[in-house]
């Protein structure tokens, strides 16, 4: 946004004028990545109180009204493509209360409210000696709307939705009012609002289960294509706290990564994991081959095989003296092993222009192999071709997994009218790719995205993440849902936002509003 936007923008909040932005609304990737394509309006509330009466103004006037936290999502699909649309930023309304985790007791809870992100929640709870289990996805991002996406971490064993460490949240209606949904799998509500993709309204406070603080270690072997591909991949993921697989199909190889608590005694190290920072100098080589990748497969291929060797290497730093650590496992507390973050002396690869674009599908686990087999077969009918396709993202295409969590519109949900077993959890294909800022903007053939997209959908029982897809991957993966799930769901959003001012590209795709 430019500094006279912004000024404008100001004043526009201060006089409570509007529908005269005309602008987009970005995501974490900024210029050019649309969230909303043109809103009216970008508040940044400051307390529960200021949403609330957002939301009471918008809905006397019809006004369309999303939340935010931090736009990290990917594409044009937060709100609904009308530019009187105005946005509620959370970031700000972050207040943590009412803590409670008693000496010797298995579990607590603590109040957050909508704006709380992952990094903050953590801390607090570290400086408390406390965790929040494996409810955890990615950093800078808000717990509520990581909920109201149904939003996950990747694990067989413990629960890793972040809606499972929910016990109730207070979501404000389309009519301005609080209305508190505790956790019940017979009330419909609940089966909506925990994975409610902001159509049911404003989460602005959740009532989250913790735990005593622990450590675990991070482990990660190099496999060959073949040992995942007609492996017993449940056996290889199930057994341990959380697990997944990053794919190098260029290579044929996959890296196999896993974590479990280990005793508090064990070992001092303070391991910290960075997922997305990256120093200048090597976002400079890797932009510029992957820009060349555009055009040249051999671009890709070195970019490939360079990122497997990096990633073969542990990508953590011990915590205290930010010196790389070399060897696996490596040990830590929970949040800093899991997640981590940045390296204090670097950047979020996107803000060194290296932009990307992404896709994820859940399965039934039970379809694990014959999945990866048929997205192996779909590289080597264009190999066939002469033509050679590569991960162009820093850790491989990311291959999760979910323990199922019963509601209507999660990935893992279960008994659903498609007969698919998901009763012993998903396995997620998450393929990020980097795109091109040069030129048309296009990926290095880019049809082939589509169609194994496709493919996939079209031949497989599967559902999509609500942030990582574009509205055709929507489109097309609506006919795997169950149409009770879906019917249910739009008799809760009826009742919770009559006039549909909550209305997302998402929620209309599905048919919420026809
Ligand atoms: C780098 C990165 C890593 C990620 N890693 C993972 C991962 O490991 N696993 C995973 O599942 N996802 C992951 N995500 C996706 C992320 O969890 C979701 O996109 C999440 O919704 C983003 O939350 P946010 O606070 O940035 O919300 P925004 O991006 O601002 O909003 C996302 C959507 O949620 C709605 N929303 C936001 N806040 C509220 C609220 N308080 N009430 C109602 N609706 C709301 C918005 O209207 C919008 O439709 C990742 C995203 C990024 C960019
Ligand atoms: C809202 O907060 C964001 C992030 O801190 C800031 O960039 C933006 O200028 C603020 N907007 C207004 C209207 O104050
Ligand atoms: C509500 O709308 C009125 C005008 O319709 C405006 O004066 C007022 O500032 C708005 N309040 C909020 C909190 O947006
Ligand atoms: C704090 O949490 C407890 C336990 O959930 C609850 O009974 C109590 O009402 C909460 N107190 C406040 C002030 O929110
Ligand atoms: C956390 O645990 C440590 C070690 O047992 C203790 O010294 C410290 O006081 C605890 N902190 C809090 C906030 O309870
Ligand atoms: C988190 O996001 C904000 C923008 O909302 C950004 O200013 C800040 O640097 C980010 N923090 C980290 C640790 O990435
Ligand atoms: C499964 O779905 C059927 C039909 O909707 C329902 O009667 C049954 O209670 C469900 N079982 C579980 C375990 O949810
Ligand atoms: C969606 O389906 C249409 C029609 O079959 C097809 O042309 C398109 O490529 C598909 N897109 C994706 C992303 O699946």
Redesign the pocket.
């Known amino acids: 946004m430019s500094t006279l936007n912004r000024v404008f923008l100001s004043v526009l909040a201060l006089t409570g004028a509007g529908n005269v932005l005309a602008e987009p609304y970005n995501t ?1 990737d900024g210029d050019g990545f649309p969230a909303c394509n043109d809103v009216a309006l970008v508040h940044n509330a400051t307390s529960v109180d200021d949403i609330v009466a957002y939301v009471k103004n918008a809905s006397a006037s019809n006004t369309p009204i999303r939340a935010s936290g ?2 990290h999502m990917w594409y044009d699909t937060m709100c609904s493509d009308n530019p009187e649309t105005i946005i509620v930023r959370t ?1 700000f309304v972050n207040k943590i209360e009412n803590f409670s985790l008693p000496e010797g007791a298995e579990s607590g809870t603590v109040d957050i409210e909508a704006g709380v ?1 992952f ?1 903050q929640f953590s801390d607090y709870l570290h400086s408390n000696n406390a965790s929040m289990g494996y409810t955890l996805v990615n ?2 991002i808000t717990m509520a709307g990581a909920v109201a996406m149904g939003g996950h971490r990747s694990a067989i064993r413990e629960d890793s939705m972040v809606a499972a460490g929910v016990l109730s949240m207070d979501i404000v209606n389309g009519n301005g009012d609080i209305v508190t949904i505790v956790r019940d799998d017979n009330d419909d509500d609940w089966l909506a609002a925990s994975t409610s993709l902001g159509l049911l309204g404003v989460i602005v406070r959740m009532k989250f289960k913790i735990y005593p603080d622990f450590k675990v270690f991070a482990q990660q072997k190099t496999l060959d294509e073949d040992d995942v591909l007609n492996g017993d991949i449940y056996g290889m993921i199930a057994p341990y706290a959380t697990a997944n697989f990053w794919w190098w199909p260029y290579m044929r190889k996959f890296h196999w990564r896993y974590y479990d608590e280990v005793p508090l005694t064990l070992s001092d190290q303070q391991g910290f994991q960075n997922t997305f920072s990256i120093s200048d100098a090597e976002a400079t080589v890797a932009k510029a081959t992957l820009e060349s990748g555009k055009y040249l497969a051999t671009s890709n291929m070195f970019f490939e095989t360079t990122a497997f060797t990096l990633w073969s290497a542990p990508n953590f730093r011990e915590k205290t003296t930010w010196q790389a650590i070399l060897d696996w496992p490596v040990y830590g507390w929970n949040y800093d092993v899991l997640i981590g ?2 390296y204090p002396d670097q950047k ?1 690869e996107w803000e060194e222009g290296l932009h990307g674009m992404t896709l994820e599908l859940a399965f039934p686990i039970t379809q694990a192999n014959a999945m990866l087999k048929r997205v192996r077969q779909a590289f080597d009918d264009e190999l066939a071709k002469g033509i050679v396709m590569t991960s162009t993202y820093r850790s491989g295409i990311n291959i999760k997994f979910g323990k199922p969590f019963y509601n209507f519109l999660g990935q893992v949900t279960y008994n659903t009218s498609d007969g698919a077993d998901w009763s012993k959890g998903a396995i997620m294909f998450d393929f990020p790719t980097f795109k091109p800022m040069i030129g048309d903007g296009k990926r290095f053939n880019e049809d082939f995205y589509p169609r194994l997209t496709k493919a996939l959908i079209d031949e497989f029982p599967c559902r999509p993440h609500w942030t990582k897809n574009n509205r055709d991957v929507f489109a097309n993966a609506t006919k795997n849902l169950d149409p009770s799930h879906l019917a249910r769901f739009k008799a809760v959003r009826e009742k919770f936002d009559p006039q549909g001012i909550f209305k997302s590209i998402v929620g209309e795709i599905l048919g919420m509003y026809d």
């Open positions: 974490f931090k736009g970031e992100t990094l950093w800078n973050g940045l979020p």
